[in-house]
């Protein structure tokens, strides 16, 4: 999880800089809804193109593709301390969490908590099981910013059968406290889900000491990897008791016997993966993975820490609301602010951005600012310099 680049090496970071392209012509704050594409990924998917356009299935696939995949999988491994076979590639969290839903037995243990801010996808997921049997039981926010780590403990019971938890909430950015969580539910039984597409890659995590059973998370956002390839963690000792009900021939020991008799699902995590994966995704995201790797999660949180908490400076400046935690060690990758005049006024605000190239994004009357580790004050300055202008 270490990174190669010792923090306080701005140079080494901001030599990154060049690495993006769209910095270049545009203020790019939004890692949190999509990395931006990369050199490296981008030469990584043309390699892709050239393979394609030469070769046949065969050795794309096996001398190619699957050893591409592969290097995925032991990469993002490395970013959250697991082991390659613990880890399986999937299209998207949604994919992942209901094939995670289908291993539980709800007529054994109905109850699944999870909470009012947690990513609707998580909802819909869980809700889709209420017709086997599964009860929601939500945490509700004090403040709709934050989800205290006792108010999920006290709901978890011998009922339980999972534990959602957002790791960083995607709306406020509020670092989940995880210990608490995985020791009450492993007391009473219960496996913790965990979501944790807004921590990878930007908020260190290591998953072995931390006891998680169950992790999803994509490329697309912190990772820099692109779209249509995700990541399912499975803790060691439960890949044998987790049978998906999603499945398919990628998922099986041995998918190319073409043995319709049985279904003999993998011994390792890959028992999630189903059909034919998003192959040119392998390459841009094992590009994406490399630079996050390379640059190492604790100088990447290091350096976000500093830029979220000039976004604060900025927006207290301006008198915006800050609807994130203020506190560095309970706040993740980005910062959301209150725009005066509700959602209609904070989307026109967006869009009047997006035309002097300041990209950010919008949830409800808020905007969010989301800055990673090549982005530097010069951004921050340039977004808040625009913003003025516009409130
Ligand atoms: C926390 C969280 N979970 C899940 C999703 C949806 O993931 P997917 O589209 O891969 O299903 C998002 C998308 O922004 C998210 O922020």
Known sequence: MG?????????????YRDQF??????TYLISASLGPLSRRSRRLAEEHLDLWQRLGPEELWFDHGLPRLQ????????LIGADAAEVAIVPSVSVAMSSISTCLDFQARPKVVLSEMDFPTNHYVWRAQEKAGAKLDVVASPDK??????????????????????????????????????????????????DDFHGSGIVPLNVHETGVDLL????????????????LYCRRDLIGEMEPRVVGWFGTQDPFDFDRTQLRLRNDARRFETGTYTLPQAWTAAGGLEIILEVGVDAIRARNQELTRRVIAEADGLGLEV????????????????????????????????????VLDSRADTLRISPHFFNDEGDVERCFAELKQLL
């Open 71 to 78: 290097l995925c999988r032991e990469s993002f491994a490395r």
């Open 216 to 231: 999803v998370s994509g490329a697309l956002k912190w990772l820099c990897g692109g779209q249509g390839l995700a990541f």
């Open 323 to 358: 609807l994130s935690p203020r506190a560095d060690e309970r706040r993740g990758g980005l910062v959301r602010l209150r725009i005066p005049g509700g959602r209609t006024r904070a989307e026109k605000v967006l869009h009047q951005l997006f035309e002097k190239d300041v």
């Open 21 to 26: 392209p769209v910095l270049a012509e545009r």
């Open 145 to 194: 910013i934050r989800i205290e780590a006792d108010d999920v403990v006290a709901r978890i019971d011998e009922q339980t059968a999972a534990v959602n938890v957002n790791r960083v909430l995607f709306e406020s950015s509020w670092i989940m406290d995880l210990p608490p969580i995985v020791a009450a539910a492993h007391a009473h039984g219960s496996v913790v889900v965990v």
């Open 3 to 15: 990174g190669a680049l010792p923090w306080g090496d701005m140079s080494g970071l901001s030599s």
